[in-house]
């Protein structure tokens, strides 16, 4: 069955697929382990020349560390084929103040992106609080970013997660510590991570890729799929992480099509 064929989409009125986006937990690996298929999964699009990024909201690591950890489960991604919440961010303001400042609660990765793109990191007077992932959120760190913001720092954040996986259980994220901050402050950020379509149009220009001819693989409803739908891709649910399949009935939303994991697609590459 093609893409798209079991929610009554006519194949034939679809262009055919040129470029693919992939999440990367729950879809390639989880909980740093490989899910089966994916490798085969990554090495077709490479060795066929498709046009091909792997997505993350995660913004901890750069592309560098994420082609490290993905290679040590088996996977070879280039580190141009690894788009991130942290890059997305770096592109929204590069655009928006360039050569601008922020105060950044997060890791290397954004960090990082920032740097690259000209901005200034400091504690005095920032244009922007950007919040982004990190493992150890210190009291100290979100007080100031509080009053920076109470002071007319504008608040930005690289995604809405609330929660994230790790091998003990789930880990607040930065949705969760946005939150905090909101309800301290009364002001909300601006997420750039999926959903937001931004990060979906920023990655459909890294790849010279037009939307109808770009699928959006993906293991959960309210990022993934409806972040590929807003964006105009056909959209692939894997059952390999977060939703399950009596789950996805839920969402005002369907996917295109729903799959076990990335090993069913492997023949249509």
């Known amino acids: 069955m093609g893409l798209g064929e079991d929610r009554g989409t006519r194949v034939g009125d679809a262009k055919p697929i040129k470029c693919w986006m992939t999440d990367m937990d729950g879809v390639l690996v989880h909980e740093g382990r490989l899910i089966p298929g994916a490798d085969v999964f990554i090495s077709r699009l490479r060795e066929s020349g498709t046009p091909f990024l792997v997505l993350t909201n995660n913004s901890i690591y750069t592309p560098r560390d994420l082609q490290f950890r993905l290679r040590n489960t088996g996977i070879d991604v280039a580190c141009e084929s690894i788009w991130t919440s942290a890059l997305a961010t770096a592109v929204f303001l590069d655009d928006q103040r360039p050569e601008g400042s922020a105060y950044v609660v997060g890791e290397a990765g954004l960090t990082t992106a920032l740097h690259e793109i000209g901005y200034v990191l400091t504690d005095t007077d920032p244009d922007y609080v950007v919040l982004g992932e990190t493992r150890t959120y210190s009291f100290e760190a979100v007080t100031t970013a ?8 504008r608040f930005v ?107 069913e697609l492997i023949d249509e590459i």
């Open 146 to 153: 509080i009053r920076l913001i109470d002071a007319g720092a």
């Open 157 to 263: 954040a690289t995604n809405p997660d609330p929660t994230g996986p790790s091998s003990e259980g789930v880990l607040p994220a930065t949705g969760s510590v946005a939150a905090l901050i909101t309800r301290a402050t009364g002001v909300s950020p601006y997420f750039i991570g999926k959903p937001n379509p931004l990060m979906m149009r920023a990655a459909l220009n890294r790849l010279k890729a037009h939307s109808e001819a770009t699928v959006m693989v993906g293991d959960r409803m309210d990022t993934d799929i409806v972040a590929g739908l807003e964006a105009g891709m056909r959209t692939v649910l894997v059952l390999s992480g977060i939703v399950r399949a009596e789950e996805v009935d839920r969402f005002p939303y369907r996917p295109s099509r729903v799959v076990a994991s990335v090993a």
